[in-house]
């Protein structure tokens, strides 16, 4: 869990449900072939929050819309 400052207080009470944390996007945009910013959507719509379950929640949502909605290199013979 990342320690929070005040600046990042302060940005969580103005910008509460906007603020989504970087360190998510790196966990999925290399597993999945899709842009950065498809991950960056995903995760802005369920995991912009500092509540951890939610967070995971959220997680679980993306992990299971990317996992469903994308071809792997590999697998393209499947479709």
């Known amino acids: ?19 989504v ?10 597993q999945f072939p899709v842009p950065t910013y498809v991950v960056e959507f995903l995760l802005g719509r369920y995991c912009a929050s500092v509540d951890q379950d939610e967070i995971d929640e959220g997680l679980d949502i993306v992990q299971r ?14 479709f």
């Open 1 to 19: 869990m990342l320690e929070l400052d005040n600046l990042d207080h302060k940005a969580i009470e103005s910008l509460d449900g906007y603020l």
């Open 65 to 78: 819309q990317l996992s469903t909605r994308t071809v792997r290199a590999g697998e393209e013979e499947l």
């Open 21 to 30: 944390r970087k360190d998510l996007v790196r966990t999925f945009s290399r």
